[in-house]
């Protein structure tokens, strides 16, 4: 269970006024644009005090009817006055993300409850999980980014959604669910479930593609890199190891 990591997200909300159209109701899954000047090593980290980074993007997905009913801060959240701002700013907005980079950690792991069961008496999954500082400095760093290209747009109003000093990880509140690690693969059984084909150190017949095997969650969205390691993994199983079935990889 070790090695669990999430994803560092970040939002920018800006609102215009009634002359500028944004017309999100109109979306596509993959439609947007990124900034990746701030993702990985594509900058100089030195003097910001955090290692990773974080894509920015506008993706315009199409909003749905709840989502799309955000206002600018100080709107009460029920009642005419936000039935009147949700009317005036529905199609006049814009929501920026940064879905970046988190690194594992040793206090952030899975592992079996000591006390809670499922219905056939087995433990269920315990998830020990915080935000470090590395992860709010990060965080910071993409909100002032992204705050500076929603000021350039000059709206009316800004909305910030990231984290501060002090923050913890809080279930409640949306944050990406993009979950990493916990089953990882790496180079050694010592310190690793699986290695580079995702098959399991320990059972030669276990092969264990997914999200569960990356060793840190990377500033990226997931799926693309489940995919691809799936891919690499099934080219070894039926190019190596159904002719010659065994460990692929010697500890
Ligand atoms: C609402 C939502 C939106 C998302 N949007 C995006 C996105 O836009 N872009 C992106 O890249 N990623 C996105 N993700 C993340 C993406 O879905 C995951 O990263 C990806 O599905 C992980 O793949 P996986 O194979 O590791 O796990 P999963 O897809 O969760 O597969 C695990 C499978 O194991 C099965 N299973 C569990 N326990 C057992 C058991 N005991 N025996 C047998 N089978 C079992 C489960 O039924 C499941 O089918 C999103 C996720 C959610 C929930």
Do not use: C
Request: hydrophobic content about 35%; cysteine-free.
């Amino acid at each position: 269970g070790k090695n669990f990591a999430y994803q560092n997200m970040a939002t920018i909300k800006a609102y215009f006024d009634k002359d500028t159209h944004t017309n999100n109701f109109i979306g596509a899954g993959g439609n947007g644009v990124a900034v990746d000047d701030f993702n990985a090593d594509n900058f100089d980290h030195g003097p910001h005090g955090f290692v990773g980074g974080s894509p920015m993007w506008v993706n315009q997905a199409g909003s749905r009817p709840i989502a799309g009913t955000s206002n600018p801060p100080g709107t009460p959240a029920w009642g005419s006055a936000w039935k009147r701002a949700t009317a005036d700013y529905y199609t006049h907005q814009v929501s920026m993300d940064a879905h970046g980079a988190h690194q594992s950690y040793r206090g952030n792991y899975l592992d079996l409850d000591p006390v809670y069961r499922d219905a056939y008496g087995l433990p269920l999954l315990r998830m020990t999980f915080d935000w470090q500082e590395n992860d709010i400095k990060m965080n910071r760093f993409m909100v002032e980014k992204m705050g500076k290209i929603a000021e350039a747009m000059s709206p009316k109003a800004i909305a910030v959604l990231g984290k501060k000093v002090g923050d913890h990880f809080n279930t409640a509140s949306y944050q990406t669910t993009h979950l990493n690690g916990g089953a990882i693969m790496g180079t050694h059984p010592k310190t690793s479930a699986l290695n580079r084909y995702l098959q399991s150190w320990d059972v030669h017949n276990v092969f264990v593609p997914g999200a569960s095997a990356f060793p840190q969650g990377l500033g990226y969205n997931p799926t693309g890199l489940v995919a691809a390691l799936t891919y690499w993994s099934a080219r070894a199983i039926r190019e190596q190891y159904l002719k010659n079935p065994g460990p692929l990889v010697q500890a």
